[in-house]
């Protein structure tokens, strides 16, 4: 089957780095992608890795190891706005990659 | 705005009635999407469509569930006989294809309440 794992909650101070974890099962891999969805709110698409290694997108990273099967979203210079949940996703293997499967998400919790 | 718009936004209705949603996407953008999101959940693919041709459904989507795209613009999904646990947030989503299909772009939802 076809499936992503990420931790449920995480919480971190202004200002601070945190790292949201993502492992995933999938038959037929075609990258990896990271959603922000604030409460309420639609979700809004982050970042993706198709290759090994880091991508920088401003104060946000993101990490994929195809061969651990292990992606991460790293958020640096964390701000009050950054409160949200962040989902990763992966294309359907099954249908010709096109429709999106996401994790459970993580919510993000950041105090002042 | 030309982002993905969807109508109405909130629709509250009665177990057993029939509820329609509308959906808008980015104008250049020729595949459409439809997911259901629940509370602590990520979206759910329910089916999807490539211009006016729906290419994929999703198990979830029952014979209650019709979607359709007839102009390969605006996309409308219909839930008949509505049930409780159709009670969710169904979003619209579009890209322009191929290599844009992982940089999707959703809309805000419709926020669905079956009583």
Known sequence: ???????????????????????????????????????????????????????????????????????????????????????????????AGTALIFGKGTTLSVSS | DTGVSQNPRHKITKRGQNVTFRCDPISEHNRLYWYRQTLGQGPEFLTYFQNEAQLEKSRLLSDRFSAERPKGSFSTLEIQRTEQGDSAMYLCASSLGLAGDNEQFFGPGTRLTVL
């Open chain 1, 1 to 95: 089957g076809q499936s992503l794992e990420q931790p449920s909650e995480v919480t971190a101070v202004e200002g601070a780095i945190v790292q949201i974890n993502c492992t995933y099962q999938t038959s037929g891999f075609y990258g990896l992608s990271w959603y922000q969805q604030h409460d309420g709110g639609a979700p809004t698409f982050l970042s993706y890795n198709a290759l090994d290694g880091l991508e920088e997108t401003g104060r946000f990273s993101s990490f994929l190891s195809r061969s651990d099967s292990y992606g991460y979203l790293l958020l640096q210079e964390l701000q009050m706005k950054d409160s949200a949940s962040y989902f990763c996703a992966v294309r359907d293997g099954t249908r």
